[in-house]
């Protein structure tokens, strides 16, 4: 568990910095290459941290988890899935969805903590699910969102079936990498 809790601080430390008044400061000390090379280590870092803590966890009960929630899981991610597709790629959604991976992750980390009733599963969705949250109130406050143009709507298709061609993927394996298979 100590090593999911160390992984979730730094992953999320690191991913403050972007909305940080000192990120300008750190990109022109250090040049945008390094800055970004160093953010992708230390995210990285964090994440391998993530899975590898949550892999070592011990099932600690905190409650029973909702009858429904595994249902709102499987009918809520592919959602998830193509909104976090949609934040890196070309597409119309982006003109109405102001941040879709954050949205993104906000719909996965709360229908996972609906389906799952256990120590490790809250630190790590409620972890991800406040961090999106808090992020999308800075990005929104901040004035960081930039205004999308408009693409082709073939975009939108290409956005939507890579999303369910990736939850498919994760459907797939989602024993395998997380250990409970569905």
Request: glycine share 10%; charged share 10%; hydrophobic share 60%.
């Amino acid at each position: 568990m100590t090593l999911l809790i160390i992984g979730t601080i730094i992953f999320f430390a690191i991913h403050l910095v972007p909305s940080a008044p000192f990120k300008e400061t750190l990109v022109a000390s250090l040049g945008a290459n390094r800055y970004k090379a160093i953010f992708s280590l230390i995210s990285l870092l964090g994440l391998g941290l993530i899975i590898y803590g949550f892999s070592l966890s011990h099932f600690v009960p905190l409650w029973e988890p909702l009858a429904w929630g595994r249902t709102l899981a499987f009918s809520t991610m592919p959602l998830a899935v193509i909104m976090m597709c949609a934040a890196d790629m070309p597409n119309n959604i982006k003109r109405f969805v102001r941040h879709p991976m954050l949205i993104g992750l906000i719909l996965w980390s709360g229908t996972h903590l609906a389906a799952n009733g256990d120590l490790a599963s809250t630190i790590l969705f409620l972890s991800f699910g406040l961090f999106a949250l808090l992020d999308l109130v800075l990005v929104t406050v901040g004035g960081r969102y930039k205004a999308k143009e408009a693409v082709s709507f073939l975009w939108d298709l290409a956005v939507v079936a890579a999303g369910l061609i990736l939850y498919g993927v994760f459907i797939y394996f989602h024993g395998g990498i997380t250990g409970m298979p569905l």
